[in-house]
Structure formats: C-alpha cells, structure tokens
Antibody, heavy 126, light 107 residues
Framework: QVQLQESGPALVKPSETLSLTCSVSGGSITSYYWSWVRQSPGKGLEWIGYIYYGERTTHYGGRTKYSPSLKSRVTISLDTSKNQFSLNLRSVTAADTAVYYC?????????????WGPGTLVTVSS | SYELIQPPSVSVSPGQTARITCSGDALPKKYAYWYQRKSGQAPVLVIYEDSKRPSGIPERFSGSSSRTRATLTISGAQVDDEADYFCYSTDSSDNRVFGGGTKLTVL
C-alpha cells in the first residue's frame, strides 16, 4: 500500500519561500508521476505541478511540468535516495495560504491522482 | 486557461437524487473524474473515466458525460455523502485541471 506524508513549516513569512517535502513509502519514487495539489481556504483544488523520474527520462533529476499560473515561482524536485519529492514556492503571499497535498499520478488515458497524503496547512503571515 | 465549471452548491433531502454537473469545452474528447472531499480529509476518487466506479465506492455513485458536460449522480443521497465534490480532467497541454467544486448538502 502506497503512503504519502507531507512535512514542512506550518508558517511562512510573506516574500519568503515555502518548502515542503513528501515522503513516499510502499513504492519507488522512480516510477509514476508525483504531483503537488493545494486548496486555499474557501477555494477549490489547484494542481501545482508534477515530477517524473522514470527509466526513459533523459533529464537528470526528473522531468517536471508546472501549472501556468504558478510556473514562475515553483520548483519540484526529487531525492531518489530518500524516496522523497519536494516543493519550493518562492515569493509567497497570503494568497498562497492553503492545505498542500502531495499525490501520486496514476497513468492512464488521462493521468489522475490515486494516492494522496493527508495534507498540511501552510499559513503565510508575518 | 482551461476551466471546468461547477455549480457552487447543491442541496437535497436524504434519499433524493443529487446531480452535480461539470462543464468544459474539452470534455467531448477528455474523460472526467470526480473527487469527494470531506472536511479535514484528503480527496477520494469516486468516479473515473466518466462513469467507472473504483472498488469500495458505493453503487449509488454514478457518472455520465455528454458533449461538454459531465454529471455525477448520487442516487438516494445519504447524510454521510455531504462533502465537496470536484471534477477533474486535463487540457490539451497535459495540465491537470480541477473544477471549482460543489458543496453538497444533504438535509
């Protein structure tokens, strides 16, 4: 059974960088795509981006894709030695306050999220 | 950017049928998926590929899609079904997209 667990600071100051890590157990991070999704208070779910590190990738450190609305501020990376992947979101504002989830993307005609972490609330405030 | 449009809220009495819609221009070519999110919990997939039900999801949950609209139907809704429901799909550039969410009230 695959399990995901987010970790990181619960409070981040405006203009600083939000950093979260997702620890994956029950499966190798070198397979599948892995995403970050968030939900701001009173708003819907928002996909942030994914990373993939498979046998066929030619990009050291994984291949990434980010939401167009966040692309300029986001970096997702992975650490195969720890079976973890991470999110960095730069120059945060109060609008980035949200519950952040890490997920596994199940491949298919349309990839979708089949395993989720429990989520972690990050508040942006001075 | 691509959008999936859902009504903000739907309300039904216990035992009635709840229908939640999701509109998107690409839905004639793209599958729709539905997630249920209860307060304080991670989302759970209740319908995939328009109309398929994952194992463990009650039979009262069903899905359909026609033209630019996908529909999640909960037949005989129960109080336990109160939650936010999100449709999900992808756009032509493989960006993952969620609908704005629909709050289902059963009372």
């Amino acid at each position: 059974q695959v399990q995901l667990q987010e970790s990181g600071p619960a409070l981040v100051k405006p203009s600083e960088t939000l950093s979260l890590t997702c620890s994956v157990s029950g499966g190798s991070i070198t397979s599948y795509y892995w995403s970050w999704v968030r939900q701001s208070p009173g708003k819907g779910l928002e996909w942030i981006g994914y990373i993939y590190y498979g046998e066929r990738t030619t990009h050291y450190g994984g291949r990434t894709k980010y939401s167009p609305s966040l692309k300029s501020r986001v970096t997702i990376s992975l650490d195969t030695s720890k079976n973890q992947f991470s999110l960095n979101l730069r120059s945060v504002t109060a609008a980035d306050t949200a519950v952040y989830y890490c997920t596994r993307d199940r491949p298919g005609v349309i990839p979708y999220f089949d395993y989720w972490g429990p989520g972690t609330l990050v508040t942006v405030s001075s | 950017s691509y959008e999936l449009i859902q009504p903000p809220s739907v309300s039904v009495s216990p035992g009635q049928t709840a229908r939640i819609t999701c509109s998107g221009d690409a839905l004639p070519k793209k599958y729709a998926y539905w997630y249920q999110r209860k307060s304080g919990q991670a989302p759970v997939l209740v319908i995939y590929e328009d109309s398929k039900r994952p194992s463990g999801i009650p039979e009262r949950f069903s899905g359909s899609s026609s033209r630019t609209r996908a529909t999640l139907t909960i037949s005989g809704a129960q109080v336990d079904d109160e939650a936010d429901y999100f449709c999900y799909s992808t756009d032509s550039s493989d960006n993952r997209v969620f609908g704005g969410g629909t709050k289902l009230t059963v009372l």
